[in-house]
């Protein structure tokens, strides 16, 4: 019998105490390798653990060792997502934030300082979307507004492989240290901007008049994302739901800075392989996620076709959706006839009505005449009908015994404690010397046998590496570095 | 019942879509009859109804509906007075099957349409050329037409 | 030791160091970004991996884009495909209407659908039945003249037909193996997945739609959107992995789950759990961490007059944003309501959700009687950053596009006149450009050039394997 412990609740602040994880243990090895056994993998899945396991990556070099990158980025999450993805992968990333720091370190949702973190060593808190993207990177501070600040970050950049940076459009080649001019002294530079819809043409990126920033989700707006994304009006009325969607987290930024790191390493590929030198490159969150809208913008040049939107179902396949169930929704997928009737044979073993309506329909039994709109209305009343009565696991169970993919839409504490992500591990905990333990969402990189990604610190507290760096590249010591401070340039 | 209105008098079946009903009060209609129908659901159950309000105004209407006794005989989405209607599609028209599609939106060849005239080389290999001359003489020609009529463009 | 002698060299000056250097250095910025990126020029640059050889024994949307990303940079991709059926994505089409034809001469009436764009340009392609015993040498000798891999069958299929990394290493230590898939190993190693089950299943769908109370639902991110973002950070992995490659000499397996792919962008989502226990919801189309920074609904449709409904009913959201202290007084400014800046001055009293519903509600009430460029207008005259949120249509025919060339017309050697959307908008590079050559191949188009011209097997041969359906 687990111990239960009363807890007293008198405001929501004693509710918001740090979780326990994972609360149970996940599967042992020995449990795992029967699964692997019923499907004759056992041996192979003991050497994908032995040799691609989580548990071995600090053991392993890292691809990226000695690539020294500059992210001189504020606001947003494509450069840091960029340069996120080259710092765990061994990458030595700076961060160069203006002396009053990114002001991403302020965000917090509903503006509650509450979910805020302060560090231990200046007590200041930080939001928590940049503490989660400032893994494994150094934090400098630098006021480039200043001509003095700019002649610093000259040097430095004069140290680069990489720089990844976001102002607005024009305005690093306006301060002279754009890349027009870094690249006459460091012709090796690969210089990326990373932006909203572009640092040129009739649509560039735009500050307001005020000086305000433009950040996703213009860029999911610009390029059909968001028109494509939510519930139809005809099943949701408009203003709740039925409405086009944006996606719940700055989507459009985190594909613009994954692009950016393509490329820039294939960049990086090019210049030790071939050429010696750098380029420039310029990645943008709305023509990045353009590029992924599957076949959209195609399909009008070939007959003017606008998508519409259609929810939490699939305008191509039948079943291949979620729907409401009775704690939650549930995703079940099969298009083909050989996993369609499976998911028949599944539910009208509860619901006889399934088959009379469903299975037995002529309409329904040839697999591009079950993807039309009708089909799917019909199709998915019925399901829910027999999803309202049973719960995400009940269901997930069910449809498992006859081979049919199915998914529960989870909340991310349930994430945090399902049987195969605590087993990977999917998040992890970091014991962070600054900011106290946290959990994180492990790189999806971490699975590899020779360089596994990995994260080692998570947030840093602004201008923490500010002597560590100006000494080390610089030679700047701390009493420079404090005359420099006292000026307003770092 | 359930989230289907499987309506007595006339046999038909009126299907409740689970997103517009799965918490919902009000009144709806028989597609077929047009008996109207007070409904409560909670959770996607029918916690109350359906009952038979004679004379009252429905809220809305089904969006499908179809008789699984006269061959399945159905109200697609979108009949007047009887289903409402869906406008979240990606045309006017919708058609369901294959568009067969010869001419980009600017007017130039795209093999869009079956069938098409055998034309690999050996074990199906294809080589770097649509000789659409040769292979369809027909929509070169028409194509030959359209520009001289102007309908051929760079956008 | 003799002193270095030292002269003050041009070259180490900063600065031009030539006229023509002088003049570029006065351009404006604008022409200059785009002489140096020149669309439609792509062509006349080098490609980044040159040299490079992939094999795709990939389907679906994930893994095929992983791959299809090293092909735009010029990597030469060998596309692996069942015999006559080809992978599901070519017969997966947008409401069964669309499709180019042939897919392959023995079906005429077949088409490839457009569920296949964009995840195979500039691929070869080959067919081959990894099941037939005469399939392995092919495999293996295709092994040898490659760099890498990626396969997305069920973890051990591979392994069970002597394909996998265990075995490849063993003749080709230099090549790097990719798998992905749902989830990789561990209890639910076998769990099958799809782009909607991983938006399900990592904790995406919980935070994307409209809020519970305000009767909405979670939704879907359109498209596969997830598939694609995942199967990117592959190529991460993989551009990261030839990297070590190159100072090593090493090859290397990766496996990579596309779930776990979706957990990773859930920002502070993660942390704000675990060290608060707050588990966050869904906040429709405002922004949790911005106001105001949402997409608002305008009284009139821009086109009322279009038959297409798309334009007709749903050209009536725009994008506001003013969530500076200065740019929230000119928006109140701007509807009037100037009494909502006196409420809400700062930006955490904005924030809060009654806040935000007060707000946003105001906004819609004044952009009740207009149409969305109006509303889009009014708002950049008055110096605040606003947009229409674009349709398909708005954006074929968005200027900018055009001009970036991220959006442009193709002439494909196979099929004809196809709008292009993909592989140049992921990115502009000034030296080593990314390029589209073509949109895919017919199913087995390439057999001769890969079995016989590159491999060196006899047309007698593939003649043989034809007739027993091995390719």
Redesign the interface.
């Known amino acids: 019998m687990r111990e239960v412990k009363e807890i007293e609740i008198r405001s929501p602040a004693d509710t918001m105490k740090m979780r326990p994880w994972p609360v149970t243990p996940p599967p042992s090895r020995e449990e795992v390798a029967k699964v692997y056994a019923r499907r004759k993998a056992e041996e192979f899945g003991k050497f994908i653990e032995d040799n691609l396991g989580f548990e071995h990556i600090y053991e392993k070099p890292e691809a990226l060792q000695g690539l020294k990158v500059l992210d001189v980025g504020i606001w947003r999450i494509g450069n840091a997502f960029a340069s996120s993805l080259l710092a765990e992968l061994g990458a030595e990333v700076i961060k160069v934030e203006p002396p009053t720091g990114d002001p991403m370190r302020q965000l917090t949702p509903f503006g509650r300082e509450e979910y805020m973190i302060a560090d231990n060593k200046t007590g200041q808190p930080c939001g928590l979307d940049f503490i989660a993207e400032m893994r494994n990177k150094y934090s400098i501070t630098l006021n480039l507004e200043t001509p003095e600040g700019r002649e610093i970050y000259k040097k430095l950049a004069a140290h680069a492989d990489v720089i990844i940076e976001n102002y607005p459009p024009g305005q690093f080649d306006e301060w002279g240290i754009g890349y027009r001019q870094i690249s006459r002294f460091n012709p090796r530079v690969i210089y990326c901007w990373v932006g909203i819809l572009g640092q040129w043409g009739p649509m560039k990126d735009k500050v307001s008049k005020h000086g305000q920033w433009m950040l996703d989700p213009f860029g999911q707006a610009a390029c059909s994302f968001i028109h494509n994304t939510g519930f139809p009006q005809d099943l949701l009325p408009r203003g709740a739901g039925g409405d086009p969607t944006r996606s719940g987290v700055w989507i459009a930024d985190y594909v613009a800075g994954e692009q950016a790191a393509v490329n820039i390493l294939a960049a990086l590929y090019y210049r030790d392989e071939f050429s010696g030198k750098g380029q420039f490159i310029e990645v943008t969150s709305a023509e990045a996620l353009m590029d992924i809208l599957d076949f959209d913008i195609s399909w009008y040049g070939f007959n003017r076709s606008i998508k519409a939107r259609t929810g939490g179902w699939d305008p191509n396949l039948n079943q291949y959706a979620w729907n409401p169930c009775k704690d939650g929704y549930m995703m079940i997928g099969g298009q083909t006839d050989r996993l369609w009737y499976r998911i028949c044979q599944c539910i009208e073993r509860e619901l006889p009505q399934f088959g009379r309506l469903i299975t037995e329909d002529p309409f329904l039994k040839e697999i591009a005449a079950r993807n039309a709109f009708e089909a799917l209305v019909k199709t998915y009343t019925l399901t829910t009908m027999w999803l309202r009565a049973n719960t995400r696991a009940q269901t997930e169970k069910k449809l498992m015994e006859y081979d049919v993919a199915a998914g529960p839409i989870m909340t991310i504490d349930e994430v945090a404690e399902f049987p195969h992500f605590k087993y990977r591990p999917w998040v992890s905990l970091i014991e962070d010397d600054n900011y106290g333990t946290l959990m994180y969402a492990v790189p999806p990189h971490a699975f590899q046998h020779r360089t596994p990604a990995r994260v080692k610190w998570m947030g840093r507290p602004l201008g923490y590496d500010n002597s560590e760096i100006y000494g080390r590249y610089l030679g700047l010591g701390n009493e420079q570095l404090r005359q420099l401070k006292e000026k307003g340039v770092i | 019942m359930?989230?289907?209105i499987w309506c007595r008098k006339c046999n038909t079946?009126n299907?409740?879509?689970?997103?517009?009903f799965?918490?919902w009060e009000g009144k709806t209609k028989c597609a077929e009859c047009g008996t109207v129908y007070y409904i409560h659901m909670i959770?996607?159950?029918m916690y109350r109804g359906p009952e038979e309000r004679p004379g009252e105004e429905p809220d809305i209407l089904p969006?499908?509906a179809?008789k699984?006794y006269e061959?399945?005989a159905?109200y697609?989405?979108g009949t007047e007075g009887r289903t409402?209607?869906?406008?979240?599609?990606?045309?006017?028209i919708?058609?369901?099957?294959?568009?067969p599609?010869k001419?980009?939106?600017?007017g130039?060849?795209?093999?869009?349409?079956?069938?098409?005239p055998?034309?690999?080389?050996?074990?199906?290999?294809?080589g770097?050329?649509?000789d659409?001359e040769k292979l369809s003489p027909d929509v070169w020609q028409e194509y030959q037409e359209k520009i001289k009529r102007g309908e051929v463009s760079?956008? | 030791m003799e002193a270095v002698k030292r002269e003050v060299c041009l070259e180490d000056l900063p600065g031009p160091k030539s006229q023509g250097e002088l003049e570029e250095m006065k351009v404006p910025y604008e022409e200059y970004c785009r002489k140096l990126f020149a669309p439609g020029r792509e062509f006349e640059k080098p490609e980044s991996l040159k040299g490079i050889r992939w094999l795709s024994c990939t389907m679906y949307i994930f893994t095929p884009h992983s791959v299809a990303n090293l092909a735009e940079l010029g990597a030469e991709v060998i596309k692996i495909e069942v015999p006559r059926m080809g992978e599901p994505m070519r017969h997966t089409s947008p409401f069964n209407e669309v499709y180019l034809y042939p897919m392959h001469d023995s079906r005429p009436m077949t088409g490839t659908g457009f569920g296949y764009m964009n995840a195979n340009p500039n691929k070869y392609n080959i067919t081959l039945d990894y099941h037939r015993p005469e399939a392995q040498e092919v495999f293996y000798r295709l092994v040898k003249i490659s760099d890498g891999l990626t396969e997305c069958y069920r973890p051990g299929t591979f392994d069970r037909w002597k394909q996998s990394y265990r075995y490849v290493q063993e003749i080709n230590p230099r090549f790097i193996y990719v798998w992905g898939g749902g989830f990789g190993y561990g209890p639910k190693a076998f769990g099958a997945s799809y782009d909607i089950l991983g938006q399900a299943h990592a904790g995406l769908a919980s935070t994307t739609g409209f809020h519970e109370d305000f009767g909405g639902h979670p939704a879907k991110h359109s498209n596969w959107v997830i598939d694609w973002y995942s199967g990117t950070q592959i190529t991460v992995a993989i551009l990261a992995a030839l990297n070590w490659r190159r100072k090593t000499g090493l090859g290397t397996m990766i496996e990579f789950s596309q779930v776990q792919a979706a957990t990773r962008c859930l920002g502070y989502g993660v942390p704000l759990y675990h060290r608060f226990g707050i588990v966050r919801q869904r906040w429709g189309n405002w922004d949790t961490q911005l106001c105001v920074h949402g997409i608002i609904l305008c009284g009139k449709s821009d086109y009322p007059d279009e038959k297409n409904p798309q334009l007709k009913y749903d050209a009536r959201y725009v994008m506001v944003s003013a969530f500076q202290d200065e740019d929230f007084k000119e928006l109140c400014a701007v509807i009037n309501r100037k009494d909502l800046f006196d409420k809400y001055h700062t930006h955490k009293q904005r924030l809060a959700p009654e806040a935000q519903m007060e707000i946003y509600k105001a906004l819609e009430e004044w952009a009740a009687d207009k149409t969305r460029s109006e509303v889009a207008k009014t708002l950049s005259d008055a110096g605040i950053l606003a947009m229409p949120v674009m349709n398909d249509k708005e954006v074929y025919e968005c200027e900018h596009y055009r001009q970036r060339g991220t959006i442009r017309w193709l002439e494909d050697p196979t099929f004809g006149d196809v709008l292009v959307q993909g592989g140049y908008s992921c990115g502009l590079m000034s030296e080593t450009p990314r390029r589209v050559k073509w949109i895919w191949r017919t199913l087995g188009a390439d057999n001769v050039k890969i079995y016989h011209d590159l491999l060196g097997y006899p047309m007698s041969q593939l003649q043989e394997w034809y007739e027993k359906g091995i390719i």
């Open positions: 359930c989230d289907i079946v299907y409740l879509d689970p997103y517009y799965w918490n959770q996607g159950f969006l499908y179809d699984p061959g399945y159905r697609m989405p409402r209607p869906y406008q979240c599609t990606p045309r006017d919708y058609l369901g099957k294959p568009d599609v001419f980009s939106i600017r130039k060849p795209v093999r869009g349409w079956a069938p098409q055998p034309s690999t080389g050996v074990l199906g290999s294809y770097w050329k649509w659409i760079d956008w």
